[in-house]
């Protein structure tokens, strides 16, 4: 039996060994992962200095200095511009009464002409007529869009979808980029 106890006293204190060294362990890899943290976002910082550097002064006098030039450039172009159309005009002719024309009706039938093709010209145009890849291209990048926004516009209400993919396929239709949503839509 003191056998017995002797061994079972060994086993106890190799137990405890063994439950040291874990906590010892843990307590390693709470302190190691800690630092691994800490050098990767040491990693992804960079170190800005405080006040800009004598390089930084250099570069921006000489942005100034080219700018400064180009803007002088530009100014004696426009002027030399001027001068060459100034030099067109001096040769004016002078226009006697007999040579000027009147017409009273002229005036108010070119402004009904004008009117009228300005109403032409604001005609609507409907959506492109796309093919069947372009169609399937289409659909693809609407579900993309849709894909990304918030739970409750891709999720369970259909309309709702229906909605934002025609606001987004009028987007993509739109050559400015903004879309007129109907009343109804929504």
Not at 52 to 76: C, G, H, N, V
Not at 101 to 110: P, R
Not at 125 to 145: C, F, H, N, Q, Y
Request: include cysteine; proline fraction near 3%; hydrophobic fraction near 35%.
């Amino acid at each position: 039996m003191s056998e017995f106890v002797d061994e079972t006293e060994a086993l106890q204190a190799n137990v405890e060994g063994m439950q040291n060294l874990s906590n010892a362990l843990a307590t390693f890899n709470e302190s190691f992962a800690s630092w691994l943290y800490i050098m990767n976002m040491n990693a992804l910082t960079t170190d800005w200095p405080q006040a800009p550097t004598d390089t930084s002064f250099l570069m921006a006098k000489r942005r100034a200095e080219q700018d400064a030039i180009k803007a002088m450039e530009a100014i004696k172009a426009k002027k030399r511009e001027a001068e060459a159309t100034a030099a067109d005009r001096t040769a004016m002719t002078e226009v006697t009464e007999a040579e000027v024309t009147f017409s009273g009706s002229a005036t108010t039938n070119t402004s009904a002409q004008t009117s009228k093709s300005a109403t032409a010209t604001k005609k609507k145009t409907g959506k492109p007529k796309l093919s069947a890849k372009e169609k399937k291209e289409r659909s693809l990048e609407i579900e993309k869009v849709i894909s990304c926004l918030p739970l409750e516009f891709r999720g369970s209400d259909p309309n709702l979808r229906r909605s934002m993919e025609n606001v987004v396929e009028g987007l993509l239709n739109s050559p400015s980029g903004a879309v007129k949503c109907e009343q109804g839509i929504f």
